[in-house]
Every structure is written in C-alpha cells, then in structure tokens.
C-alpha cells in the first residue's frame, strides 16, 4: 500500500530564517505531488505541483519554492521566512494522469491523498 | 475558473442523527470530478468520497454518500447514523486538470459537531 510522509510535524522559525519541508512517498511511481497551505480555520490553497522529477509549476507568486530531486520526493523552501508564511502545510500525492487507470465507482486515479502534514509557525 | 461553495460554517447535530453537509459548484467543463474529505482536529485529510460528473449512480461509501444533482450543480454531503467520531471539518473540492497534473480546488469547509 502507498504511505506519505512529512517532516518535521511542527516548526517554529524565526522571521527571515531558512526553511525546507520535505515530503517522499512510498509505494508508488511516478506520482503526481502537490504542496497545499493552510491557514487557520481556512479551506486549502495549492501551492505548487509536479507530475515528474524537476518539473515544478507554481500556483501562487510568493518567497517560497519547490524541488523534486526524485521521483518521490518533494521538497518545499524558502531562504527568508515571513510571518506570513505561518499555518499548516500539506503534501499530497496522486495517480499520474495517463498512467494504467483503474477506475472504479468508489475512487478515481484522480484522487489525492494527503500526508499528515507539518505545522509552522514564524515568530 | 472553477469554484467551490460550502454555506454552512458550521453544524451541530446529535448522535445518530443523519446529518447533510452542502457543497455547490461552478464549472464549464463537461467532465469534473467531486471530492469530500474530512480533516479531524489532527490535520491530516482523508479521502472519503468521490464523484464522477458522468456517474449516473450516486456514490456510496459505508455511512457515507453523495447527494448528487447535477442539474442544480450540487453535491452534498450526507453522513447516516452519526458518530462522536465524525466531529471535524468537512471539505468538498474539485478536481480541474491541468498539464497532465489533476489540481483540486476546495471549499472553505464545515466544522461538524456531533453531539452525544
């Protein structure tokens, strides 16, 4: 079965300190990965995908950045925190679109699923 | 742009009650997909439903399932015979598809409360 995994679960950085989120994902190939944030008590805003290695696209212009060295890992920075960078952030994989599909009425190879996310907080 | 609307902030319904969740959505695409997911107090997202815009039947998961009305572009929610465990935030989301990669656009949520 898949497993994804984040780390670390919580994070208190200091403003205009580095930060780097790191997600890998076990029993799959060549997953789709997304980066969400969100903010308390908020809905979830995407922040980046990929569908394979060094492919990044960017939903929101902001001082973060995403890397996907391997196939299932996906890596989310910033050289400078603000504080706005503060809330919850998830990391999320799916079926790559166009891969063997086998679809069936409960789910779709469009389905993400979302790891347990990491906690930061900037002061 | 697709959008997702999710009215009630929150919901407070007693135990074994059945209780229905709102979500409606706006779209041009023929072919979509709906998604609700429940986030407990511990923040990690699980999948509990899906729903295929060419699905003629509405999905069905255990307790679960998806009040589906195409026509009124809506998809709710509805939980049967409801448990403490159930208390959390509910989020219905939409897939759009885009570069080979299948983004979800989500909801604002609902914070269920089930009451014993």
């Known amino acids: ?123 | 742009a697709q959008k997702i609307t999710q009215t009630q902030p929150g919901m407070f319904v007693q135990e074994k009650e059945a209780v229905t969740l709102d979500c409606t959505y706006d779209t041009s695409d023929q072919s979509y997909g709906l998604f609700w997911y429940k986030q407990p107090s511990s923040g990690e997202m699980i999948f509990l439903i899906y729903q295929g815009s060419y699905d003629e039947q509405n999905a069905t998961e255990g307790r679960y399932s998806l009040n589906f009305q195409k026509a009124r572009k809506s998809a709710n929610l509805v939980i049967s015979a409801s448990q403490l465990g159930d208390s959390a935030m509910y989020f219905c989301a939409m897939r759009e598809r885009e570069q080979g990669a299948q983004k979800l656009v989500f909801g604002q949520g609902t914070r269920l409360t089930i009451n014993p």
Do not use: M
Not at chain 1, 16 to 22: D, I, M, N, R, T
Not at chain 1, 54 to 63: F, Y
Not at chain 1, 85 to 93: E, K, V
């Open chain 1, 1 to 123: 079965s898949q497993t994804i995994h984040q780390w670390p679960a919580t994070l208190v950085q200091p403003v205009g300190s580095p930060l780097s989120l790191e997600c890998t994902v076990e029993g799959t190939s060549n997953p789709n990965l997304y980066w969400y944030r969100q903010a308390a008590g908020r809905g979830l805003q995407l922040l980046f995908y990929s569908v394979g290695i060094g492919q990044i696209s960017s939903e929101v212009p902001q001082n973060l950045s995403a890397s996907r060295p391997q196939d299932r890992q996906f890596i989310l920075s910033s050289k400078k925190l603000l504080l706005s960078d503060s809330g919850f952030y998830l990391c999320a994989w799916s079926v790559r679109w166009g891969a063997l599909r086998q679809t069936n009425a409960r789910t779709s190879t469009d389905t993400q699923y979302f790891g347990p996310g990491t906690r930061l907080t900037v002061l």
